[in-house]
């Protein structure tokens, strides 16, 4: 079946813009959760949404960044007046209940200039 | 203390050899154990998972948890040149919604 799907791969944006980053996930999967990857850093938990309840949202960095889940599916991950520091591959990972194996997407490359 | 720790390498291997990558981590309330693999400008792909302590075998690949000392490993045997990419364990506490904890990975080279 078909994979989490991430949209754009690459997103090449100034400085003080700001980006929308797109997850769709596996059909069926109840959990989303969205990671940074920096080099060097490891990945690092973002948001985290389950059902209809209240997002997780303690991973977050600042409030420049925010994150919306429509109709339990499809998750846009909004950055504010990036930052060079923003510069990383977002990933985004679903699992069936938020218990187990988490699937990820290929990742957003943002790159901020 | 960093709650997960990988060792970054490089790992270099010759085809064919057995790879031995390793994490440790702090944590003893993690219970579940995954190792993920990731290829250049790709996301992380699922490997295995592992539920407390002990082993679980898939094909070349062999996951063993010792939680009475925190220390997780992943065998690969007769290693492939396509088996060249980072390596990424990852664990939780199992609660509903926690965010996997990562190590940073350990890159791994396999020449043929």
């Known amino acids: 079946g078909a994979g989490v799907s991430q949209s754009p791969s690459n997103k090449v944006t100034e400085k003080g813009k700001d980006v929308e980053l797109r997850c769709d996930p596996i059909?069926?999967?109840?959990?989303l959760y969205w990671y940074r990857q920096s080099l060097g850093q490891g990945l690092e938990f973002l948001i985290y949404?389950?059902?209809?309840?209240?997002?997780?949202k303690s991973g977050l960095p600042s409030d420049r960044f925010s994150a919306e889940r429509t109709g339990g599916s499809v998750s846009t991950l909004t950055i504010q007046r990036t930052q060079q520091e923003d510069s990383a591959v977002y990933l985004c990972?679903?699992?069936?209940?938020?218990?187990?194996?988490?699937?990820f997407g290929p990742g957003t490359r943002l790159t901020v200039t | 203390q960093k709650e997960v720790e990988q060792d970054p390498g490089p790992l270099s291997v010759p085809e064919g050899a057995i790879v031995s990558l390793n994490c440790t981590y702090s944590?003893?309330?993690?219970?579940?154990f995954m190792w993920y693999r990731q290829y250049s400008r790709k996301g992380p792909e699922l490997l295995m998972y592992?539920?407390?302590?002990g082993n679980k075998e898939d094909g070349r690949f062999t996951a063993q948890v010792d939680k009475s000392s925190k220390y997780i490993s992943l065998f690969i045997r007769d290693s492939q040149p396509s088996d060249s990419a980072t390596y990424l364990c990852?664990?939780?506490?199992?609660?509903?919604?926690?965010?996997?904890?990562f190590g940073k990975g350990t890159t791994l080279s396999v020449s043929s």
């Open positions: 990852a664990m939780s506490d199992g609660q509903a919604g926690t965010a996997l904890i």
């Open positions: 990972a679903s699992s069936l209940d938020g218990l187990g194996e988490q699937y």
């Open positions: 949404f389950q059902g209809n309840s209240a997002p997780d």
């Open positions: 592992t539920y407390s302590s």
């Open positions: 944590n003893s309330a993690f219970q579940y």
């Open positions: 059909s069926g999967h109840t959990a």
